[in-house]
Structure formats: structure tokens, C-alpha cells
């Protein structure tokens, strides 16, 4: 009987020594470390990444380096209309961003030399071991030869909106002509471009459009609609 319980205690004793000794072996992750996060330009001027950042969805360190700001500055002084435009909108992004309360916002110093700042966030990253935040298609496809991991906030967006399907409509703000002369080009609130047929003589009008088809693309989605037409009320 004595043999016995000496058994029994003997193999509690062995089976807790091994839980405890995988416990320990086990590496302590630290739940507090956040990521590094390097924004590039297109995401600043695309805009929606202050909102992701309000909500709480971007918790992790948002790094944007001096150089990405001085091509912001470059673009806003420069004689492109559209692209001041956009700049300067990304420049005042900067400045929404620094205000959220739920987002962390660093300005890193590097260097102004004449790297271009596609290639100084690709070394960055690599060397802090962090993601890029880009919408860019270009770095995009570099970041992830090296290695880099990329947020897209297109893809956020892919992931989280309502789909409009053809036959439904939409009021439209032309911004734009297209390639074809005779299209007008506008874009949903998630970014996604319309390309709007006869509509090239209606830039910087609202019009309500019927959605006809989409095309989904490796740089993202189109979709193609064409202008309802306002019934004359009969006298």
C-alpha cells in the first residue's frame, strides 16, 4: 500500500515538474509593444487614415518621416494645381493625425538628402522592423520584394464597404475628365474611381449617376456608370 501511494506521488510530482518547466520555456511576450508603422505620402493625402486612426483601429506607433513631409511641402508649393491641392491636404492630415487621442504620432527626423523617399522607407522599415502604410501600388510591390509588410488602406476599405451593384445610383461629383474625351471621372467616398460616361462637360458638378459595371484590377477597382437623365416635368 506504502509502494503505491509512493507511486502516485511520485508521478504528480514528475507531471507537475514538466508543466512548469514548459511554462517557463514559453517566451514572455510583451502585449504592450506596438508596431512600427511608416506612412507614406499617398496615404496622408488620401485622407482616410485619420479616420481609421479616430476610431481606434490604428493602435500601433505612426511614423512619418521628414522626408515624406518635405515632399509634401515640395508638391504644395509646386505649379500642379490638382497636386498642391492634394498636398497641402495631406500636409493638414499631418496635423489631424498629431490631435487623435487613440493614435501614437511621431515625426522621425532622418535625412533630407536626395534619397528618394519611397527607398528611405523601404530602408526604415527593414531596419526597425516595421510595416509601411501605403496606397501606393509601386512601393507596394517593392516593399513586399524586400520582404515588407504593407497597410493598404484600399484593402481596409475592400474589406469593410457596401458593394454597389449595377442598376443602382449614386449622386456624383465629376472632378475630372477621363481618358476617353467624352468621360467624366469621379470618386466614391472609399476611393474607388468612376468612370462616368458623357459626362466630361459636368467637372465639379454633382450628378446622379446609375452604376453599369465594375472592373477590378491588380491597382484596384473601377467602376463605370453612366448620367441618369432628369425627366422634364410635362406644363
Known amino acids: 500500500m506504502e509502494l503505491f501511494i509512493f507511486i502516485v506521488v511520485l508521478t504528480i510530482l514528475l507531471e507537475t515538474t514538466y508543466i512548469t518547466a514548459k511554462t517557463i520555456s514559453k517566451p514572455i511576450i510583451n502585449s504592450s509593444q506596438k508596431r512600427k508603422v511608416y506612412i507614406d505620402t499617398s496615404a496622408l493625402i488620401d485622407g482616410r487614415i485619420v479616420s481609421v486612426a479616430k476610431v481606434g483601429f490604428l493602435g500601433d506607433d505612426l511614423i512619418i518621416p521628414r522626408s515624406v513631409i518635405r515632399e509634401l511641402q515640395l508638391l ?27 493614435a501614437t504620432v511621431t515625426i522621425y527626423d532622418d535625412k533630407l538628402d536626395r534619397t528618394p523617399v519611397d527607398d528611405r522607407l523601404i530602408d526604415l522599415a527593414k531596419e526597425n522592423r516595421g510595416l509601411i502604410l501605403t496606397n501606393d501600388y509601386n512601393l507596394n510591390m517593392a516593399a513586399t ?35 476617353n474625351p467624352k468621360q ?23 450628378v446622379k449617376v446609375e452604376f453599369i459595371r465594375f472592373l477590378q484590377t491588380s491597382s484596384g477597382r473601377m467602376m463605370f456608370a453612366k448620367i441618369i437623365k432628369e425627366r422634364k416635368s410635362r406644363k
Open 76 to 102: 504644395a508649393d509646386g505649379k500642379d494645381n490638382e497636386k498642391r491641392s492634394r498636398a497641402r491636404f495631406g500636409l493638414d492630415n499631418i496635423n489631424e493625425l498629431e490631435r487623435v487621442e487613440l
Open 145 to 179: 520584394a524586400e520582404g515588407i509588410d504593407i497597410l493598404n488602406v484600399n484593402d481596409l476599405a475592400l474589406a469593410v464597404r457596401q458593394e454597389y451593384l449595377p442598376g443602382e445610383t449614386f449622386t456624383l461629383k465629376i472632378t475630372g475628365t477621363g481618358s
Open 184 to 206: 467624366g471621372v469621379g470618386h466614391l467616398p472609399d476611393g474607388t474611381m468612376v468612370v462616368v460616361d458623357n459626362a466630361s462637360t459636368k467637372v465639379n458638378k454633382e
